[in-house]
Each structure stands twice: as structure tokens, then as C-alpha cells.
């Protein structure tokens, strides 16, 4: 059994080392959508995984506090902010704080992104 939460966050940024005319060479903006992951025993109690709750409030302070309305070139570790090293920045910081984690989905609008799963 899998449980997610979905999280959206508005950022710019502009990706260096592409082409003269490439449009994401400029600044611009976009509303990212995170999809988290995570497995686990049943709290037998309750009969839940995790509080949608406690999750919401993690994710915010370990990741989209640093991110929402952020310029992304700027953030600390991130390298280029591809949406594939968003994945990865927003991976490395969660993991630590839910080891039940299983994948990760960022998406950069509507029709792209990227999904990790630590491998
Ligand atoms: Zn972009």
C-alpha cells in the first residue's frame, strides 16, 4: 500500500548552457505539482500510514518553504534547476525525514516532469 500528497509551488528560473533563442535560456516561471510517496505499516489504532496532516507540514518545511516563490538559480545545492535536479534536491532533503518515502513526481506545468525513485 502506497499513500501520496500533492503540493503545487510557483518558482522561477532560467537554464544556462542551452542554445542562443532556446527559450528557457530566459528567466521565466512556473507552477511546479510534487507528488509524494510513502509506504509504511498501518498505525493499528488508527489505520493510517501517516497523518496527511504531519506529511503537509513536513514537506513544507524541508522543501517548499525553500522553494515557493523562489528564484531556483538561487537555492543552495541545486545546480541547474532542471526539473529532473528539482527532483533530485526535493529527494535528498525529504528521505532523511520519511524513510517510508517510495518515489517522488514533480511536474513543471502541465505535460512534463520527472519521477524518482532513489535509483
Ligand atoms: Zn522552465
Do not use: Q
Amino acid at each position: 500500500m502506497e499513500i501520496f500528497r500533492d503540493f503545487t509551488f510557483d518558482a522561477a528560473h532560467a537554464i544556462e548552457g542551452l542554445p542562443d533563442g532556446h527559450k528557457c535560456k530566459n528567466m521565466h516561471g512556473h507552477t511546479y505539482r510534487l507528488t509524494v510517496y510513502l509506504t509504511g505499516g498501518l498505525d493499528p489504532k488508527i489505520g493510517w500510514i501517516l497523518d496527511f496532516a504531519d506529511l503537509k507540514k513536513l514537506v513544507w518545511a524541508a522543501c517548499l518553504d525553500h522553494l515557493d516563490h523562489k528564484n531556483l538559480n538561487e537555492v543552495e545545492d541545486m545546480g541547474s534547476p532542471t526539473c529532473e535536479n528539482i527532483t533530485l534536491w526535493i529527494w535528498n532533503r525529504l528521505k532523511p525525514e520519511l524513510p517510508g518515502l517510495t518515489r517522488i513526481t514533480v511536474r513543471e506545468g502541465e505535460n512534463s516532469g520527472c519521477t524518482y525513485n532513489g535509483d
